[in-house]
């Protein structure tokens, strides 16, 4: 699976938009882009994931560039409880479901 | 959606001694669920893969005579830590996915904190 790279941390004022940016330039054409997010002491929860055009949903949207060498996901209106880490991960969307996570980033939602 | 559930969520035993965690997928049947492990301000790490009816496979470093898995089922796996030791302490944490055409979605439990004294 390629390797992504995040920013260590990152800040964001309650009710603003979160843009978290993610770095995959070796991304192969089969490769997908997930994202997950740990809160203190949980697993980690799933949050989106997409192949090459735009998605959203309920929680976030993901912006993957033309070139797919790098991807932003975003909650549009962040709260507190979106103070986690979140992990951009890169897999092969028909491989049987292993996931190697990276260090993340840490995102704090401040008031 | 589909849940996947671990427990127990807390456990403290002695060292010496063995304990068993229980990975369940409740609302879909899982041929393959991982178990990752998860040191204090560290990333997870995937220490094996369990495949029911059949031996699980494990990581480079992660010993298969400590770490035992069972996956008697499709929708219970077991990760059971023999004869712990301190360092052994850590949160598990296991994860599944529902059959191919579901999503591709991976779901993961709530984690099982383990603290060996």
């Known amino acids: 699976d390629a390797k992504t790279t995040q920013p260590t941390s990152m800040d964001c004022a309650e009710g603003r938009a979160a843009n978290l940016p993610c770095n995959h330039s070796?991304?192969?054409?089969?490769?997908?882009v997930y994202w997950y997010r740990q809160i203190h002491s949980q697993g980690p929860q799933y949050i989106i994931h997409?192949?090459?055009n735009n998605e959203t949903n309920e929680m976030a949207s993901l912006i993957i560039t033309e070139d797919r060498k790098s991807s932003t996901l975003i909650l549009p209106h962040a709260t507190l409880r979106d103070t986690a880490v979140y992990y951009c991960?890169?897999?092969?969307?028909?491989?049987?479901?292993?996931?190697?996570f990276g260090q993340g980033t840490i995102l704090t939602v401040h008031p | 959606g589909a849940v996947v559930s671990q427990h127990p969520s807390r456990v403290i035993c002695k060292s010496g001694t063995s304990v068993k965690i229980e990975c369940r997928s409740l609302?879909?049947?899982?041929?393959?669920m991982f178990w990752y492990r998860q040191f204090p301000k560290q990333s997870l790490m995937l220490m094996a893969t369990s495949n029911e009816g059949s031996k699980a496979t494990y990581e480079q470093g992660v010993e298969k005579d400590k770490f035992l898995i069972n996956h008697a089922s499709l929708t219970l796996s077991t990760l059971t830590v023999t004869s712990a030791h301190p360092e052994d302490s850590s949160f598990y944490i296991c994860s599944a996915s529902p059959p191919a055409g579901s999503g591709n979605t991976i779901y993961f439990g709530e984690g099982s904190w383990l603290t060996v004294v």
């Open positions: 609302d879909f049947q899982a041929t393959t």
């Open positions: 991960i890169v897999r092969v969307g028909t491989s049987y479901g292993k996931l190697t």
């Open positions: 997409g192949l090459k």
């Open positions: 070796t991304i192969s054409g089969n490769e997908y």
